[in-house]
């Protein structure tokens, strides 16, 4: 008789558990036998097991999908991974709400492996924080710069805060005047922060949309098309 995957429980030495340390390959290998609804994350070498993800984190990570995605259907050679398994290295094995990259022939760092997981730095990462607010803001970022990604963007919804940071540069975007941020390594990428914030999608999309139609996304297309 077999057994579904979610109501078999593994021997307590095969469970992972919060402040568990472990090595990317120990990690993977007892992930891969959790129940399908288990979300776990290493953070450098340490286990951080998942708390259930409410109705608000949801929407917010609906309206992200919705901004960044519409950038990467208009942006050909560059990705769009929604909440999929992330290895960075032998000490970090993540599941970032959105992860954006570029193809590697048009220059981007990550790629697939030979079991379909997404290996290596992307360019961009976004994290929608409600109770992990401490360890997107610190954990995950430390070890997003140490692994060489771009941009990292953290929507915090308690308090209602947007951080954007070029990770490289050691410092923090801000909106312009108007209120918009403008993604560096991913020109024509524009969030209207207080929009994004207020879930409020008309002005969002709005923005989005000219930032798609500016001069600097056109030269970017340009530019990755050059080198597919």
Not at 3 to 28: M, R, V, W
Request: glycine letters at 8%; a negative charge; one cysteine or more.
């Amino acid at each position: 008789m077999s057994i579904a995957k979610e109501n078999y429980q593994l021997p307590l030495e095969c469970q992972l558990h919060s402040g568990d340390h472990l090595s990317q390959t120990e990690f993977h290998s007892l992930y891969v036998q959790m129940p399908e609804k288990f979300k776990a994350e290493l953070v450098g070498g340490v286990v951080f097991v998942a708390t259930p993800l409410g109705n608000l984190h949801g929407e917010y990570h609906a309206q992200a999908i919705l901004l960044f995605g519409l950038y990467t259907a208009r942006t050909p050679g560059v990705k769009i991974t929604d909440n999929a398994t992330l290895i960075l290295g032998e000490e970090d094995e993540v599941q970032p709400d959105i992860s954006m990259r570029m193809v590697p022939e048009c220059g981007g760092k990550a790629s697939l492996t030979k079991d379909g997981y997404l290996q290596g730095a992307p360019e961009l990462v976004v994290e929608i924080a409600h109770s992990s607010r401490a360890i997107d803001l610190f954990n995950k970022k430390e070890r997003y710069t140490k692994r060489g990604v771009k941009e990292y963007v953290v929507v915090s919804l308690q308090p209602m805060e947007i951080f954007w940071f070029d990770l490289p540069g050691s410092k923090r975007y801000t909106a312009n005047n108007d209120g918009v941020y403008q993604s560096v390594i991913f020109p024509g990428l524009w969030i209207h922060g207080e929009a994004l914030l207020q879930l409020q999608s008309e002005r969002s999309l709005e923005i989005i949309n000219a930032g798609l139609a500016s001069p600097e996304h056109a030269a970017f297309v340009q530019q990755l098309d050059g080198k597919r």
